[in-house]
């Protein structure tokens, strides 16, 4: 009896798992097969789960409208700041958790009070001194505001990393002749890999998706990201659905290749992370 009721749980277990992926999924699902459809197909009385005639025009027309620059502009941008969030987070976290540092509670919770500010908040002062640095309309001003948020968080994910990671491994190493630097580097990083990963994947992610900065910071339309880029398909007489769904579609498709490629160290860095 005992194993029939656990193996009936876990079957309902199941679907009730089905159910919420199929959820979760099926505004991507719509997403994808309205940028096939035309524009009558999109707007008659019944709905459709699959395109009568599929329509390939949407994506043509959007390569043929600056969609490969812009992709390669939210490359450009993504990219340089998940680089300046590992270099600068991945020493931080360490000093935080191996060194007495003055003030460290009180840094802590200042990266904890930034995690709680809306991204508007800090859009004001950014765009003034960017202004005065002279770096606005350029890729540095959106990657170095999208950085800002990224190393906050970084660093109150990596600590508890480097404070469960033993020190006697550290300690063997000063002993064996590496000095500090190099026992961090050959030691102390590989052993906080998983971290280092989620963090790379979760910074990466949130410049590529990121829409307000590129729009606050950026007017020339040459060097818009994807995210910013969205707005050409919108007309001046409406929105052309099936070209605007393409451009999710595309915008999309790194973020699941990325994920279906780091998903076993997503989860597992995220699992030890909240366990340490």
Not at 122 to 130: Q, W
Not at 145 to 163: H, K, M, N, W
Request: hydrophobic share 55%; aromatic share 12%; glycine share 6%.
């Amino acid at each position: 009896m005992i194993r029939k009721s656990i193996k009936h749980n876990g079957w309902l277990l199941n679907i009730i798992g089905l159910i919420i992926v199929i959820i979760y999924l099926s505004p991507i699902y719509w997403m994808i097969i309205t940028s096939f459809k035309s524009q009558s197909e999109i707007f008659q009385a019944v709905p459709t789960l699959i395109p009568k005639d599929f329509q390939f025009n949407s994506y043509i027309d959007q390569f043929g409208s600056g969609l490969g620059q812009m992709t390669l502009n939210s490359f450009i941008i993504a990219i340089s700041s998940m680089i300046i969030v590992i270099i600068v987070s991945i020493p931080a976290a360490y000093a935080l958790a191996r060194f007495r540092v003055k003030g460290a509670k009180l840094i802590l919770l200042f990266f904890l009070i930034t995690q709680m500010m809306p991204t508007t908040v800090s859009l004001a002062p950014l765009f003034i001194l960017f202004k005065n640095l002279g770096i606005l309309n350029t890729y540095i001003a959106p990657i170095l505001a999208t950085s800002t948020g990224g190393i906050a968080f970084s660093i109150l994910l990596l600590r508890p990393y480097f404070l469960s990671a033993p020190k006697a491994l550290e300690e063997a190493a000063l002993l064996d002749g590496c000095n500090r630097f190099t026992a961090f580097i050959r030691v102390m990083i590989p052993v906080v890999m998983p971290g280092i990963l989620v963090c790379a994947a979760i910074s990466f992610l949130f410049a590529w998706g990121d829409l307000i900065s590129s729009l606050t910071f950026i007017r020339d339309q040459e060097l818009w990201p994807l995210t910013a880029g969205i707005y050409n398909a919108i007309g001046r007489y409406g929105t052309e659905y099936n070209y605007l769904m393409a451009f999710g579609t595309i915008a999309v498709i790194p973020v699941i290749i990325l994920f279906v490629a780091l998903q076993k160290y997503l989860v597992k860095g995220l699992a030890a992370g909240s366990v340490k």
